[in-house]
């Protein structure tokens, strides 16, 4: 592997939600600029107390990974990618006009909408890449908006899952 003397940052980054049909639908956006913030607590201890008085420590319920990730972007690519935001706003409204467009939920039965966003990085200058990867991903919060100059998202929601996908790769 090369040694890199090249800060690697979400500029040198993709981000890809997918869907969860067999022949996954895609939409790819190539940032410009971004940010990526992941809060994982895989098991929440819980403090037992004797009288009052701390004794020990439990394991306590498992939790899901709260996520938050925005950026730039001037390009995507996928379905409705020439027709402007129409694959976004399907992704921020899954319940109306994603079934159309035939985007299926990574859920099971009985749960809400849920999709896979994977985050892929390039190191500067190396074929090496990185992949993160989010699944049954529910968004409580996903903005899209066309600017002049560059469009930007703003992802909030729950991945429920204890901890993602990371996988490398290198053809050097």
């Known amino acids: 592997m090369n040694t890199l003397t090249i800060t690697r940052n979400l500029r040198d980054a993709t981000i890809i939600f997918s869907d969860g049909s067999s022949a996954a639908e895609t939409l790819s956006l190539a940032l410009d600029e971004g940010n990526l913030e992941a809060t994982t ?7 037992v107390r004797d009288r009052g008085i701390l004794s020990h420590v439990r394991t306590g319920d498992q939790e899901a990974i709260t996520l938050s990730l925005g950026g730039m972007f001037t390009q995507y690519f996928g379905p409705g990618a020439s027709g402007g935001l129409t694959t976004l706003g399907e992704l921020a409204r899954p319940t109306g006009p994603a079934a159309e ?6 859920s099971t039965t009985g749960e809400p909408f849920m999709f896979t966003v994977a ?4 190191n500067p200058g190396t074929i090496e890449t ?6 049954r991903v529910v968004p409580t919060s996903l903005v899209f908006a066309e600017g002049d100059e560059f469009n930007t998202f703003r992802l909030e929601g729950t991945a ?3 901890e993602p996908t990371i996988t490398s790769s290198s053809t050097a």
């Not at 607590?41 to 403090?47: D, G, L, R, V």
């Not at 990185?130 to 699944?135: A, Q, S």
């Open 101 to 106: 467009l035939s985007w299926s939920s990574t």
């Open 119 to 122: 985050l892929l990085l390039v």
């Open 160 to 162: 429920f899952i204890l």
């Open 41 to 47: 607590t895989p098991i929440t201890p819980i403090n």
């Open 130 to 135: 990185e992949t993160i990867t989010y699944t």
